[in-house]
C-alpha cells in the first residue's frame, strides 16, 4: 500500500450519517489522549493528517482518511471525564454502532498507554470487542516514554492485567520515534492483500510451503490471534527481524 497517498474524507457525528462501503476498514480505539491521532499522522508520515490535541476530549467524531485500497477510522477517545452524559452516550452509541455495523472492519487498533495499567473503560471495550468476535490488536503506545526495562516489565504486567493477554497481538509503538510502526503497516498491507483464496500475484514466485505460510498467516491476522502462526514457521519474508511473529 502507498502509505503517502492518503486524504482526510470526511467527519461524522452520527452513525447514520456516514454512507455505506464495501472498503475494507482499520479502526483505531481507545481513550481520550492515549495517541490514536498522532499514531494515524505517523503511519502515513504527516504531520497534521489527522489532529492531535494536548487537551484531550476534543475528538467527538468518527474521522476517516483513505488510500486507495482502505479506509482508516479514527474514533471518537473514550474516558474523558469532564464531558457530559449525554455525550458520552452520543460518543458509546457512534463507537459501538460502528462497530456492530456490516461494515467491513478489517482489524481494529485497540490503543492503551503502554505506560499504565489499562482503564476499566480499556477493559470493557477489550471484553466488547471479544465478544463480537470483531478481529483486533493492541496498540500499547507512547513506548518512548518507558526504558527497555520498563517497557519489559509493562509487558508483563499487561499479561496480568489483561484477560487471555497471552491470546491477544500486542504491538508496543511511538508516534514519537517511528518505532513499531512497521509492524502495524505490515499488518494493514497483509489485510489489504487479495483474499487468500484467490490467485495472488505476491505468492507468484513463492514455492508452496511457502505459500501455506503465509496464508495460515494473514489468517491468523484476519482472525486476531498472531500468537498462533509460530514465528519460526513464517517465511523471512513475512517477518521483521529480531520479532518471533510480527
Ligand atoms: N511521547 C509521546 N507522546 C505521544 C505519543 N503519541 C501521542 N503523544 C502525545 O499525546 C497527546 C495526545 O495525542 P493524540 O494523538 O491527540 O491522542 P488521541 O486523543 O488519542 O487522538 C499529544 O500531546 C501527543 O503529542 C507517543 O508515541 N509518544
Ligand atoms: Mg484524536
Not at 474521522?63 to 474523558?80: H, I, K, Q, S, V
Request: aromatic share 8%.
Amino acid at each position: 500500500m502507498n502509505f503517502q497517498n492518503v486524504r482526510f474524507e470526511a467527519s461524522y457525528g452520527l452513525f447514520s450519517q456516514i454512507p455505506p462501503s464495501q472498503m475494507p476498514e482499520f479502526a483505531f480505539s481507545g481513550r481520550s489522549n492515549v495517541g490514536k491521532s498522532s499514531l494515524i499522522n505517523k503511519l502515513f508520515s504527516r504531520k497534521q493528517l489527522a489532529r492531535v490535541s494536548a487537551t484531550p476530549g476534543k475528538t467527538a467524531t468518527i474521522n476517516f482518511y483513505r488510500t486507495e485500497e482502505a479506509r482508516f477510522a479514527d474514533l471518537p477517545g473514550y474516558g474523558y471525564a469532564k464531558v457530559s452524559r449525554k455525550e458520552k452516550e452520543r460518543w458509546a452509541g457512534l463507537i459501538g454502532d460502528y462497530l456492530a455495523s456490516d461494515r467491513d472492519i478489517a482489524l481494529v487498533f485497540q490503543l492503551i498507554d503502554m505506560r499504565h495499567a489499562p482503564t476499566k473503560e480499556d477493559l470493557m471495550m477489550i471484553d466488547y470487542l471479544v465478544e463480537c468476535e470483531m478481529p483486533f490488536v493492541i496498540v500499547l503506545t507512547k513506548m518512548d516514554k518507558l526504558t527497555r526495562r520498563q517497557q519489559e516489565e509493562r509487558l508483563q504486567s499487561f499479561q496480568r492485567e489483561i484477560p487471555y493477554a497471552d491470546q491477544i497481538t500486542m504491538l508496543p509503538v511511538s508516534s514519537e520515534t517511528g518505532e513499531g510502526m512497521e509492524a502495524v503497516r505490515e499488518i494493514i498491507e497483509q489485510l489489504c492483500l487479495p483474499d487468500a483464496a484467490q490467485p495472488d500475484p505476491a505468492l507468484a514466485d513463492a514455492g508452496e510451503e511457502e505459500q501455506e505460510a503465509i496464508r495460515r498467516f494473514r489468517e491468523s491476522v484476519r482472525s486476531g490471534r498472531l500468537d498462533e502462526c509460530g514465528g519460526e514457521k513464517l517465511p523471512a519474508r513475512e517477518r521483521k527481524k529480531g520479532e518471533t511473529c510480527l
